[in-house]
């Protein structure tokens, strides 16, 4: 629904041609936006300092939402822990310091629920995130992106005219996800395990961990959509959990996924490998309140869409690089 105020907007979207920016970078196009600039890596390689100027000088953005990001699965983040702490924490500060001086109106930052503490009482609410040290496997991700949200809440206090928000969205899923084993989330790993032992009439697959701990899954368009809400209506420092308010155990999840997919075989646990944090689900009331988004698409809806994107685009995703089939991973 196109309205008078993105068709108005000059927007800079960073990680605006990955899996979340993909689809958020689609809905401002479908809003009206008409002067949207996506900077991709390999131009703007926004841990440079210069990259980040340039950008800026290039765009002269009104409204910046920061997308980008380095961003995995469990193995990944346990091979590259400095890598997820130094490239995440050096593109926000920057990122948000120069919206600072190039007069930005508004600034978004996409956050993670990695943020919040290990043990977090569920439903995590957005005041608990300094309660404790995050869960260790992706802690140094998650401590990268708190920083950026007390550098939000500190540009607030001191500058007046700087207007940056903060969100926290869950782990999410939908078409364009990351299939590769080796750093993909949970649901496209599992997806793609299925459908090849599927295909391969295996008996088996074998998945990370004990599959007692819980997730919550937020289909990407809609996390796209509460984002450009936010973006449009919320303006305060306190940041806003982003989720569909719906727990999972991983287990149930690979048996809705296997079933979808018509894997008829038996599911093993390797419980030698990490479970990651044992429970996850957020409380989105703020979200509801604070600028009225509630996710819309049942989690069976989003996982046949996934599943239905993933079977057209199988011949291009198995043509990436891939190293050994190793796991399961969760966010
Ligand atoms: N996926 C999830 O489940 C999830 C859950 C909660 C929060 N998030 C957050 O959502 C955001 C997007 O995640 P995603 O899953 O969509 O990630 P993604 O598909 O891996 O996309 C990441 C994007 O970041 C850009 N990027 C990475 N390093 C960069 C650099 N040095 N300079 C410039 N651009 C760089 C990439 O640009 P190029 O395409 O040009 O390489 C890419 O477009 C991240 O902030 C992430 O923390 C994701």
């Known amino acids: 629904m196109k309205t008078a105020f993105w068709k108005s907007k000059r927007v800079t979207l960073t990680g ?12 401002l196009k479908e809003m009206g936006c008409r002067n949207l600039f996506i900077p991709r890596r390999r131009e703007f390689d926004l841990r440079q300092r210069e990259a980040v100027v340039r950008m800026y000088k290039k765009s002269r953005p009104e409204i910046l939402i920061h997308a980008a990001a380095v961003v995995g699965g469990i193995g990944a983040n346990r091979r590259a822990p400095g890598t997820f702490l130094y490239d995440n924490a050096i ?3 920057q990122v948000i310091e120069m919206a600072r001086q190039f007069g930005v109106k508004k600034f978004v930052l996409i956050g993670t629920t ?6 977090t009482p569920v439903p995590f609410k957005e005041e608990d995130l300094w309660n404790g040290y995050p869960e260790e496997t992706n802690a140094p991700y998650g401590i990268a992106k708190k920083v950026l949200i007390a550098q939000i809440q500190a540009y607030r206090k001191q500058y007046p005219d700087f207007h940056g928000i903060s969100l926290i969205p869950v782990n999410l899923f939908g078409p364009g996800d990351n299939f590769n084993l080796q750093t993909s989330h949970v649901i ?3 997806v793609r395990k299925f459908s090849e032992a599927t295909e391969k009439k295996k008996k088996q697959v074998t998945l990370w961990g004990t599959g007692t701990p819980t997730r ?5 368009e809609d996390c796209a959509e509460g984002i ?18 719906l727990e999972i155990s991983i287990k149930n999840l690979a048996e809705k996924i296997a079933d979808l997919i018509g894997f008829k075989g038996e599911i093993l646990w390797d419980a030698s490998q990490p479970d990651g944090q044992p429970k996850r689900r957020l409380d989105t009331s703020k979200a509801v309140a604070g600028f009225g988004f509630r996710a ?15 079977r057209l685009n199988r011949s291009s995703i198995e043509r990436e690089k891939e190293l050994d089939a190793c796991a399961v991973l969760q966010e």
């Not at 919550?216 to 990407?220: D, H, N, P, S």
């Not at 450009?228 to 308010?245: F, Q, R, T």
């Open 188 to 190: 496209p790993a599992m």
């Open 91 to 93: 593109m926000g500060l």
């Open 114 to 119: 990695c943020s919040y503490p290990k043990f």
């Open 16 to 27: 605006g041609s990955g899996f979340l920016g993909s689809h958020i970078a689609t809905l």
């Open 296 to 310: 819309r698409t049942p989690l069976e809806v989003g996982l046949e869409k996934t599943i239905r994107w993933y």
């Open 228 to 245: 450009v809400m936010a973006a449009e209506k919320y303006d305060s420092l306190e940041p806003v959990n982003l989720g569909s308010g």
């Open 216 to 220: 919550e899954f937020l289909y990407v």
